[in-house]
Structures are given as C-alpha cells and as structure tokens.
C-alpha cells in the first residue's frame, strides 16, 4: 500500500520545485535579455532612418547665435 506524503514534506516539495522553477525561467531571461540579442556591425544612423538631415549638414547651414538675456 502507498502511505501519503505528509502534508509538511510535501509542502517543502512543492517550494523547492517553485524555487527551481523561478530560476530556471530567470536564467532563461536573464540569456533571452542579455546574451541572444543581435548586435549591429555599426551603431544606427538615427537622421537616416528618419530620413532627416544630419547633424553636420544643419550646422553649417544655420548660425549658432547665442543671445545675451541679462537684464
């Protein structure tokens, strides 16, 4: 005959497989997150994919002009 489990061993089984669990599942987004992510050969070129105009184009066309507000 099968005895049952008493009430507190189970309980521990059931937090000990709760806590492996919840490290499983972080582990696997902690590599989701951080390790598997795809890097770019060069950095993204924000003006280009906005199709704006560079930073080096609008500062030579507009004069920088600092004004003087004291009173």
């Given at each position: 005959m099968d005895t049952p489990i008493p009430k507190s061993n189970r309980l521990r089984w059931e937090i000990s497989l709760a806590l492996i669990l919840k490290i499983?599942?972080?582990?696997?987004?902690?590599?989701?997150?951080?390790?598997?992510?795809?890097?770019?050969?060069?950095?993204?070129?924000?003006?280009?994919?906005?199709?704006?105009?560079?930073?080096?184009a609008s500062s030579t066309t507009q004069p920088t002009q600092e004004f003087n507000h004291v009173r």
């Open positions: 499983l599942l972080l582990t696997g987004l902690w590599f989701l997150l951080f390790r598997w992510q795809a890097k770019p050969e060069h950095p993204a070129d924000i003006a280009a994919r906005f199709d704006l105009p560079s930073l080096n």
